[in-house]
Every structure is written in C-alpha cells, then in structure tokens.
C-alpha cells in the first residue's frame, strides 16, 4: 500500500527549517504527488541564497521519507516562484475604484451566473463546482470564482490549493481543475483575514478576481456567492453585467424563508433569476433503496410555482456528494444519478442560451 499524503506532510512537518517552523507550517511545499512508490513534490524558497541554505533540508527530506514503508524513490525540486522576480501587487482587499458608468463586462466572459442562498449549509458551494463541471463536460468554456469571502470552499471541492502564480505581478493566473478555469479569493488570503472585513475591502477584493484574474474566453463565469445578502452580491449584481442567478435552497420551510429574502434582493438589483434548486431533497438508502425526505421534499419546487420562478431541478441527499466534495473531485464529474441530475440542469441552462 502506498504511503498517504498526511504521512508525508506529517514527516515534512518534523523537519525544523533554519529559520523557524517547517516546510507544512511556511506553506512551501507544492505540487505533492504520490506516484505508487515514488514521491515528487517542490519546495517553494525565495531564490538562491535560500536554496543552498535548505539544502540540508532538502537532504533529511529525501531521507526521512525514502525511509518509511512502500517508498522507493523521493524527489524534492527547490524552485522559486515567478512572482518572486517582480513583486506582485496583490494586496487583496484594498479600496474599489470608483464605478464607471453602468455595470461593465467583464473581457472575454460571455456570460455570468450568480450562485447564491438565503443561509449558509444548503449547498451553494457544492451546486457552483458541480454545475461548473456538468457544464465543462458538456463542452462550454467555464470559470468558477469562489466568492464565498467568509468560507472559501472551492479550493477543497474542486481539489486544487496552490497559490495562483502571477508572473508580471498585476494579473493573476488562475487555475484549472477538472476542465474549469477557477479563482477562490480563499487562495489569496491568510486563513482567518476576511473575517475582518467590512464593505470597501471586500468590494476591492472582488474588482481584482474580476478585473485581474486572466480568465480568458469563457462561455460562462460561475459565481459562487456568500450565504445571505450582503456586500459581495451588491457589488457583483450593480457593478457588473450578471446574466442571471441561480438560488439553492433546502426544502426545509426555514431555508426557504431565508431563500426568499436572496430572491427579493435579486428582484431589487434587477438581476433576473434564472432559476430555483432544490439541494438535499431526498435520501435514498444505499441499504434498502427505500427513500426519505429528511429536510421535507417539494418545498422549493411550490415555492418556485407560487413566485412564477423557474424550477431548476432537485438534488438529492448522497454520502457520495459529501465525500466527493470534500475529495476535490465533484461528483458531476463521475457517473450515477446525482451526475444526471447536474447534467440536466446544466442541459437546460445551455438550452436557454444563459451557460
Ligand atoms: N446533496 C448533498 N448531499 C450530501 N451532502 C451535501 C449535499 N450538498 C451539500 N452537501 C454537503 O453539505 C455541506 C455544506 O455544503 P456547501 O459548503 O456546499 O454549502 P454552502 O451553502 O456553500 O455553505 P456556506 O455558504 O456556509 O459555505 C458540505 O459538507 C457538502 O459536502
């Protein structure tokens, strides 16, 4: 059996660094891959003079790991970011820039959908990676910016937690997993830093992963909005040109009560909803086939019908949606019937020339 990624990072972790903490603590360990019985990964330093101080680092790595069981061979690669050459101007979270007249585009995207909710847990940020993939499967150009200021969860869901290089230090490159193009505001900060921040820094903070992010041609920009009705979907909905948005909600009569309220706010931006979806709808037991509705079934569908509002489609309540999502691999990305039902929202959103 071959060794895990938390042993490696747990050996890793037991290596002082000259200069205080380890390789895991300072964040330089990059692009790990545990390949059978083969470990490769990069160790991020400054430039060259840190590169010969930590040699002796590089040295008890390769040797503490090549020790432990299954492993034959240990590669560890110095390399000093591009970035490094020209210090980037990324202080994420500084003041907008004033607005220019109307909302804008933003270049090379055709289109954006905003994912929001009334509350946080109903599974906005599990519906924005898996529409973005179910899309990019059916052979659009999709980007996913992970909004979500105050729980960054695209990273772990779309499996990806390098920093986003940035060689001319104005613009960003952002990353690619699973056929998208994606940009989390959580890669460019300090865990704990956005808690802090009040409206100016987090409308600064979006015109950047707008603005700065090199997001190429893209049929569709997925935004992945915090829970609620706050700063960030302010911004989005008056400063840029947002094609629609999609509200997930639980079938729950509390989750709707809050859904509402996310619709109101849509209604008032004048961004035109495109759509409700009912997440954790029902639970089929893998044991016995037999089906519950542990949060009701329904509800969002009659709350779509009463408001005149399309019904997107339901998602039910799977064990594999959780553990994919927590993988770094959506579960749209495989096959069964959660896959189908992203694929025929997905399908509809094209159909109806909004993805
Ligand atoms: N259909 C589903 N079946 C099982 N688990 C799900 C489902 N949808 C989401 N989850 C799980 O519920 C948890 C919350 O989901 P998610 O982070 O997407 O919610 P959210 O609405 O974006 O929350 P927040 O805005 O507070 O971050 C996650 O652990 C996710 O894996």
């Known amino acids: 059996m071959s060794v895990t990624r938390e042993e490696v990072l747990r050996v890793l972790s037991s290596i002082a660094l000259p200069q205080g903490g380890d390789p895991v603590s300072r964040d330089m360990v990059r692009a790990l891959v545990i390949d059978g019985a083969e470990i490769r990964f990069v160790l991020e330093v400054s430039g060259a003079e840190e590169a010969r101080a930590l040699a002796p680092v590089q040295a008890a790595a390769e040797a503490r790991l090549g020790a432990l069981p299954g492993v034959a061979r240990v590669s560890v690669v110095m390399t000093a970011p591009t970035a490094a050459k020209t210090p980037p101007d990324l202080k994420i979270g500084r003041h907008p820039t004033p607005q220019q007249a109307g909302p804008q585009a933003v270049p090379g995207v055709a289109r954006i959908l905003a994912v929001?909710?009334?509350?946080?847990?109903?599974?906005?940020?599990?519906?924005?990676?898996?529409?973005?993939v179910a899309l990019a499967r059916q052979g659009r150009r999709v980007g996913l910016l992970d909004a979500d200021i105050y729980g960054p969860s695209q990273p772990r869901m779309m499996g990806v937690n390098q920093r986003p290089a940035s060689p001319d230090g104005k613009t960003i490159i952002p990353l690619r997993a699973h056929g998208v193009t994606m940009m989390s505001i959580g890669l460019m900060l300090k865990e704990g830093d956005a808690v802090v921040w009040r409206g100016p820094m987090l409308m600064g903070a979006l015109q950047q992963m707008l603005g700065q992010v090199t997001w190429g041609e893209l049929d569709v920009l997925i935004v992945d909005l915090p829970p609620g009705t706050g700063?960030?979907?302010?911004?989005?909905?008056?400063?840029?040109?947002?094609?629609?948005?999609?509200?997930?909600?639980?079938?729950?009569?509390?989750?709707?009560?809050?859904?509402?309220?996310?619709?109101?706010?849509?209604?008032?931006?004048?961004?035109?909803?495109?759509?409700l979806i009912e997440n954790m709808s029902s639970f089929c037991c893998p044991q016995c086939g037999h089906e519950s509705h542990i949060f009701g079934h329904g509800g969002v569908r009659a709350e779509a019908a009463a408001l005149d509002l399309?019904?997107?489609?339901?998602?039910?309540?799977?064990?594999?949606?959780?553990?994919?999502?927590?993988?770094?691999?959506?579960?749209?990305?495989?096959?069964?019937?959660?896959?189908?039902?992203?694929?025929?929202?997905?399908?509809?959103?094209?159909?109806?020339g909004v993805a």
């Open 231 to 275: 700063d960030v979907q302010l911004t989005l909905c008056q400063r840029y040109q947002v094609t629609g948005a999609v509200v997930v909600s639980t079938p729950q009569d509390v989750a709707l009560l809050d859904a509402r309220k996310a619709l109101k706010m849509f209604d008032m931006l004048k961004t035109p909803v495109l759509g």
């Open 310 to 352: 399309p019904f997107l489609g339901e998602i039910p309540i799977s064990l594999d949606v959780r553990l994919a999502g927590d993988a770094g691999t959506p579960v749209a990305a495989g096959a069964g019937a959660v896959s189908d039902a992203y694929a025929r929202i997905a399908a509809r959103l094209v159909a109806e």
């Open 116 to 132: 929001g909710s009334g509350k946080g847990g109903v599974g906005k940020s599990t519906v924005s990676s898996n529409l973005a």
